[in-house]
């Protein structure tokens, strides 16, 4: 019996340290990385000639992607900023009177004579503004997942740095046109369609600034 509570125990502890180790999900295409496919035309050539047969490019080619497999250097640029402003205002007044005249001959003279007289006022005024800024630079190299149809690339990769004790994760998928592919294998974040670019963190560090799920719970249920 006691063996048995201390490997439910144990396997608890286990649960609880792989989910602070935890890597952070992420919205890129998946997967991330895919392995250049083989090609019919690879045959050993060891002849020493200039041309070489196994070589995956041809000699007049140039190094920019467009097989799966290739890798391409992609330079995050992300710079957004975006504002709102907006006011409101209703006014709202009415004013009514009433009178009861003074006749001869009806019963109730009492109250005759008598005036009622009533106004409201209803005023309302809004405003509000919300501003947001962002901006996100660096550089991160992909693969090519795929090929399109119509020769666009779709590209996937992620990168990882660990300092002290957590780790960064940057990931970014996307679809490159290859004509805007630079020379030197590069392209801008801005030139890449369907882009998905995060940035996230994991450890203690950045587990401190999540909410608890109870907390969570309380702040979306009570009505106050």
């Known amino acids: 019996m ?8 144990l396997a608890f ?5 792989a989910g602070c180790q935890s890597v952070p999900p992420t919205n890129v295409h998946q997967p991330m990385s895919a392995r250049p496919a083989a090609r019919a035309d690879n045959l050993a050539n060891s002849n020493g000639a200039i041309f070489n047969a196994t070589s995956s490019r041809p000699l007049f080619e140039d190094r920019r992607a467009r097989y799966v497999g290739d890798t391409l250097t992609i330079n995050i640029t992300e710079n957004t900023s975006a504002s709102t402003n907006s006011s409101s205002s209703a006014n709202r007044a009415s004013e009514i009177e009433a ?22 006022s209803n005023d309302f005024s809004g405003k509000g503004a919300s501003a947001a800024k962002n901006v996100f630079t660096g550089t991160i190299t992909v693969t090519v997942i795929e090929v399109l149809e119509n ?16 780790q960064e994760y940057i990931r970014l998928s996307g679809v490159v046109n290859p004509s805007f592919i630079t020379a030197t294998n590069t392209i801008a974040s801005s030139r890449v369609a369907d882009a998905r670019v995060e940035y996230k963190e994991s450890g203690y560090i ?13 702040l979306t249920f009570l009505p106050f």
Request: charge should be positive; aromatic fraction near 6%; glycine fraction near 14%.
């Open 13 to 17: 502890a286990a649960a609880v340290l």
């Open 206 to 218: 950045s587990e401190a600034q999540v909410m608890g799920w109870l907390a969570r719970f309380f």
């Open 99 to 120: 009178a009861v005249p003074v006749v001869s001959g009806l019963p109730g003279k009492n109250l005759q004579g008598i005036a009622l007289a009533a106004g409201t």
């Open 2 to 9: 006691k063996t048995r509570t201390f490997a439910v125990l």
């Open 151 to 166: 020769g666009n690339l779709l590209v996937s990769g992620e990168k990882q740095v660990a300092i002290g004790q957590g």
